[in-house]
């Protein structure tokens, strides 16, 4: 499975961003999927996952919960990460990947390269 994250980019405090995931190669119906952070000189950090279609399942960060949300549609095998009500600290590098579902990096065997999230105050 190859997957392209996509969507980043900057935006101000109070804003909202969308980011998606795309696979090709295999259908992303049969994996869960995850999106995961990094800023500089951090570590990366678990932002949210969804199971795979027939699960419904879905798994947020307390950082972020109430501000983003997860989605997928498989027609399009696709996820996406709704950002709304950014905060600088949401600035970094967003990566996603899929796998099994966890808020573990170690679950997830296939990753995307990132896409960057600059908030600004």
């Known amino acids: 499975v190859q997957l392209q994250a996509s969507g980043g980019g900057l935006a101000q405090a109070g804003g909202s961003l969308e980011l998606s995931c795309t696979a090709s190669g295999r259908s992303l119906s049969f994996y869960a999927v995850g999106w995961f952070r990094q800023a500089p000189g951090k570590d990366r950090e678990f932002v949210a996952a969804?199971?795979?279609?027939?699960?419904?399942?879905?798994q947020l960060a307390d950082s972020v919960k109430g501000r983003f949300t997860i989605s997928r549609d498989n027609a399009k095998n696709t996820v996406y990460l709704q950002m709304n009500s950014l905060k600088p600290e949401d600035t970094a590098v967003y990566h996603c990947?899929?796998?099994?579902?966890?808020?573990?990096?170690?679950?997830?065997?296939?990753w995307g390269q990132g896409t960057q999230v600059t908030v600004s105050s």
């Open positions: 990947a899929a796998g099994t579902y966890s808020g573990s990096v170690s679950t997830y065997e296939y």
């Open positions: 969804i199971g795979w279609s027939g699960g419904g399942l879905t």
